[in-house]
């Protein structure tokens, strides 16, 4: 793989002026700027990128192709059309024009919020999405409320989270506007607050009041993973309600809504016409959307061209224990060793009774035959299970011949909220991760389930250990490389019975039951399961 030469780190912040330079609209994949030797790679991503967006701020956006393997599903003509779409509705009504102006102060008069053609309110609605959690659980979050948007024609605005700390993160995605949430928005802080309590919740709208909209200022969506079954009911609107009139709609979700959108007959026909394979989603979505800023990238490209764009193979193995604390856990340990060797992704290591025999003189220089090399990436907060793995291959030789080296970035020890250095070390590791060839990953984790979907892998799954003991089978091939929803409807849009819980993962093909988490829902595609 060429590496890119070094390119400048400039801010490219969230909410930073974006410099929309058209005259490097014509070719990206020829800029000097860029891997020359590469030049085929196709830098547009099949038209799911815009050319023209200035490379400097936001190097990673271009750059990512020549780190990764061609595209493995090609974006619809009319998903780039819809991107094309939303990037222009976006720009018409975003923070700093006249519609957005008027709009706010709608909100901040207390006026109610219902528009009641699409001319009314300049054309423009908005979909205002809270940020909180982990970054697995936000980057997840922000890729469903994109598609979201998109269905719903809104123009998505993203909070920057409590620490502020989504403009270290990711570039801006639209041309020539910002998807960053003003910072004078209206309803300051107190819309963080919301829960599904508040009287602007679309389950106590929906399901209670039915369906009046007097004196409401906007719409609150409460997709949570917990989320009541009332408050999923969003999944089924049908746009006829008042959801489609009001002007202001606020989400809190902190996971991937995408397979309850597929139950909504009124979304079907579109996502069928965006996605023909519906395990493409989040994969295309995320190339198109989440672009890490230069510092972010920075970490990533120098960690990938230090330690393992070298090797023959790249294997990334994400920890996360979610239960149990922070301490280093032997059964954790067991349970890696044991998939990565059953699934044969890690040589055995030789041992002998008694003294080790005498290992070979060193060859010459030269004659010395290359054996197979091996990068494993590991990410976690802590180091322990690294440390134990490259022991082992110190201690012993491998089985097969093979070099195996272990690399973790950093081990933080625990979970940190909203503090900028911390974050962007998970996001260098996310997409560090995303460029492996294989990967394990842990069960129930966001953090795991961006990793592999960003870099369209299907991963080797771990279950959830039980009892303190490694669970057997230890992990599982993942049927796609679709993220898993963790708070997806389980009723039937069709009759809208919030009582009767059924499997909703039966009424379509392409949603089925995650392996991972028997609630969970996630999308595959027909024809490879
Ligand atoms: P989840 O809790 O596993 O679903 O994943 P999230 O990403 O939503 O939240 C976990 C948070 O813990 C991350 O945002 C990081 O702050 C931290 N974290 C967990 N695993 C890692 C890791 O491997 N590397 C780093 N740097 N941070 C991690």
């Given at each position: ?22 005259s ?17 790679k ?35 003509p ?33 006026q ?23 970054l ?20 998505l ?50 399901v ?9 200022r ?18 089924c ?8 009139r009001?002007?202001w ?27 023909p394979?519906?395990d ?13 800023t230069?510092?972010v ?10 330690y ?11 920890i ?11 059964h ?37 035959a290359?054996?197979?090399?091996k ?10 299970y ?26 933080e ?11 962007m070390k ?50 599982t ?9 963790h ?10 019975e919030?009582?009767?819980?059924i ?27």
């Open positions: 793989m060429a590496t890119p030469p070094l390119l400048f780190l400039l801010g490219g912040r969230l909410g930073a002026p974006v410099v929309w330079i058209r490097t609209v014509a070719s990206v994949g020829a800029s000097q700027t860029v891997a020359a030797a590469e030049s085929k196709d830098a547009l991503l099949g038209g799911l990128l815009l050319p023209g967006f200035d490379e400097q701020t936001c190097a990673s956006r271009y750059q990512s192709v020549y780190y990764r393997k061609n595209l493995t599903r090609q974006p619809s009319y998903l780039i059309k819809r991107l094309r779409d939303q990037e222009a509705l976006q720009r018409r009504c975003g923070p700093g024009t006249e519609p957005y102006a008027r709009a706010s102060e709608r909100l901040r008069s207390g109610t919020g219902a528009v009641d053609n699409d001319d009314d309110g300049g054309g423009c609605r908005y979909l205002v999405l809270i940020s909180y959690r982990g697995g659980n936000r980057m997840l979050a922000i890729t469903s409320a994109f598609l979201y948007a998109l269905l719903t024609r809104r123009v605005l993203v909070d920057r989270g409590y620490g502020n700390t989504l403009p270290d993160l990711f570039c801006e995605p639209f041309p020539g506007t910002t998807w960053a949430l003003p910072l004078d928005f209206p309803l300051d802080k107190e819309f963080r607050d919301l829960d599904e309590t508040a009287p602007e919740s679309y389950g106590n709208v929906a209670n009041r039915s369906g009046s909209v007097s004196g409401m906007f719409v609150y969506l409460h997709l949570d993973h917990a989320a009541s079954q009332a408050n999923r009911l969003v999944y609107d049908d746009d006829e309600s008042f959801l489609r009001m002007q709609a606020i989400l809190r979700t902190d996971q991937y809504m995408v397979p309850g959108l597929f139950f909504n007959p009124t979304h079907q026909g579109e996502l069928d016409r965006l996605f394979r519906k493409s989603v989040f994969y295309l979505l995320s190339r198109y959307l989440l672009h890490p230069n510092d990238w920075g970490m990533v490209t120098r960690y990938y061209n230090a393992l764009s070298g090797a023959d193979e790249r294997l990334g193995i994400q996360r224990v979610l239960f149990g604390g922070d301490k280093p856990a032997q954790v340990l067991d349970q890696i060793l044991a998939c990565t060797s059953r699934e044969r992704l890690l040589p055995g290591v030789v041992t002998t009774q008694g003294p080790a025999p005498a290992p070979p003189l060193p060859a010459a220089a030269g004659a010395r290359r054996r197979r090399s990068a494993v990436l590991v990410t976690g907060l802590s180091g322990w690294h440390d134990s793995i490259r022991e082992m291959y110190w201690e012993s030789p491998a089985a097969d011949g093979e070099v195996v080296s272990l690399f973790q970035p950093s081990h020890e625990h979970q940190l909220w909203y503090q900028n250095k911390h974050d998970a996001a260098a590791e996310i997409y560090l991760l995303s460029l492996t060839d294989n990967i394990v990953t842990s069960a129930w984790s966001t953090f795991g389930y961006v990793g592999y979907a960003l870099g369209g892998l299907r991963p080797y799954l771990m279950f959830l250990p039980e009892n303190q003991t490694a669970p057997d089978p230890p992990c091939r993942a049927m796609s490389m679709e993220p898993c929803s708070g997806a409807p389980s009723f039937e849009c069709t009759r809208k919030i009582g009767t819980i499997n909703t993962g039966l009424l379509l093909p392409h949603v089925r039951a995650c392996e991972d988490i028997s609630w969970g829902l996630k999308l595959t595609d027909p024809d490879e399961v």
